[in-house]
């Protein structure tokens, strides 16, 4: 039976510990705030441009762009993984690498965004092509920087794809691995039964609004594709920081809650050592009297 010495170094030692996680739960819950505001944010933005580049594709039904281009044999393949830079965020990377773990390793070649990707890829002995780095609060040069490097293997031949394995936000309590096709550029979801104009450059909703597109459909499309991968990634990003910081702030959360409890269980254990001490040395006394008449 431990000493009451013991349980008080215990539970000083715990308590050190949940001031620690407490003051973690407060810091995570500030920049989850804004994390979630950011990726909220971003959200109407993306829906608008893959509903506008929806309407162009519709126009623009001859158009042709490498960024478009399906090859038939697709012989390798690049996965951009977007991890965190740190832990204590509960299962958030345990997830999102097990999903990387089912991806073919022959075939596959990482580009690693957080360096807990990179510690995964170099454990499993993959392939490492690139680790990029990319702030807390995540820039969109950051995403430009690591669409520049996929767009580029893509088209210079070296991958016939790319897709994007990270952690999407749903809620504060639930963040989900999703791997999303990047490259080439599948069919882009926006108004569906648009109705072409009599003129080139003009399109209808269907709605019956009228879209006037200047100078055509075609330039308009070969200009916003690029624009379109960045953003793309960019909004991965927030959704990957939002995951990260409502994950570490539940976690934490749960860590100072779970510290509690065992200081309570420590106290009460402490109070009944502590009591039993005492009604010990009591009837040594009251014993001790007796036999002294």
Same mark, same amino acid.
Request: with cysteine.
């Given at each position: 039976?431990?000493?009451?010495?013991?349980?008080?170094?215990? =539970?000083?030692?715990?308590?050190?510990? &949940?001031?620690?996680?407490?003051?973690?739960?407060?810091?995570? /819950? !500030?920049?989850?705030?804004?994390?979630?505001?950011?990726?909220?944010?971003?959200?109407?933005?993306?829906?608008?441009?893959?509903?506008?580049? /929806?309407?162009?594709?519709? *126009? /623009?039904?001859?158009?042709?762009?490498?960024?478009?281009?399906?090859?038939?044999?697709?012989?390798?393949?690049?996965?951009?993984?977007?991890?965190?830079?740190?832990?204590?965020?509960?299962?958030?990377?345990?997830?999102?690498?097990?999903?990387?773990?089912?991806?073919?390793?022959?075939?596959?070649?990482?580009?690693?965004?957080?360096?807990?990707?990179?510690?995964? %890829?170099?454990?499993?002995?993959?392939?490492?092509? /690139?680790?990029?780095?990319?702030?807390? %609060?995540?820039?969109? !040069?950051?995403?430009?920087? @690591?669409?520049?490097?996929?767009?580029?293997?893509?088209?210079?031949?070296? %991958?016939?794809?790319?897709?994007?394995?990270? *952690?999407?936000?749903?809620?504060?309590?639930?963040?989900?691995?999703?791997?999303?096709?990047?490259?080439? =550029?599948?069919?882009?979801?926006?108004?569906?039964?648009?109705?072409?104009?009599?003129?080139?450059?003009?399109?209808?909703?269907?709605?019956?609004?009228?879209?006037?597109?200047?100078?055509?459909?075609?330039?308009?499309?070969? !200009?916003?594709?690029?624009?379109?991968?960045?953003?793309?990634?960019?909004?991965?990003?927030?959704?990957?920081? &939002?995951?990260?910081?409502?994950?570490?702030?539940?976690?934490?959360?749960?860590?100072?809650?779970?510290?509690?409890? =065992? @200081?309570?269980?420590? *106290?009460?254990?402490?109070?009944?050592?502590?009591?039993?001490?005492?009604?010990?040395?009591?009837?040594?006394?009251?014993?001790?009297?007796?036999?002294?008449?």
């Amino acid at each position: 039976m431990p000493s009451t010495r013991d349980i008080r170094r215990r =539970i000083k030692s715990i308590k050190n510990t &949940a001031q620690i996680t407490k003051a973690m739960q407060m810091v995570a /819950a !500030s920049k989850m705030r804004r994390a979630q505001d950011a990726a909220m944010a971003g959200r109407p933005y993306a829906e608008l441009m893959n509903r506008m580049l /929806a309407e162009v594709t519709g *126009t /623009a039904t001859d158009f042709q762009h490498p960024l478009l281009e399906k090859r038939t044999n697709t012989k390798k393949r690049a996965v951009i993984l977007v991890s965190t830079d740190k832990g204590l965020c509960g299962g958030l990377n345990t997830n999102l690498l097990r999903d990387a773990a089912q991806l073919d390793k022959e075939n596959s070649i990482f580009i690693c965004a957080g360096r807990k990707g990179a510690q995964f %890829v170099g454990r499993t002995r993959r392939e490492l092509t /690139a680790e990029l780095s990319y702030a807390d %609060v995540p820039e969109f !040069s950051d995403a430009r920087t @690591i669409a520049k490097f996929a767009v580029d293997l893509y088209s210079e031949g070296t %991958v016939d794809a790319v897709d994007v394995l990270f *952690t999407n936000f749903i809620s504060t309590i639930n963040q989900k691995p999703e791997l999303r096709q990047l490259l080439p =550029i599948g069919e882009i979801k926006g108004v569906e039964d648009s109705v072409t104009g009599e003129n080139e450059g003009r399109n209808l909703d269907a709605s019956g609004q009228e879209f006037l597109f200047e100078p055509y459909a075609s330039e308009v499309l070969s !200009s916003l594709l690029p624009h379109y991968i960045n953003y793309q990634l960019f909004q991965i990003l927030l959704e990957s920081k &939002a995951s990260e910081h409502s994950s570490r702030m539940v976690a934490m959360k749960n860590a100072t809650d779970n510290a509690n409890q =065992i @200081i309570k269980d420590l *106290t009460l254990e402490y109070n009944k050592i502590r009591q039993a001490s005492i009604t010990s040395e009591l009837l040594e006394i009251t014993t001790a009297q007796m036999a002294l008449g």
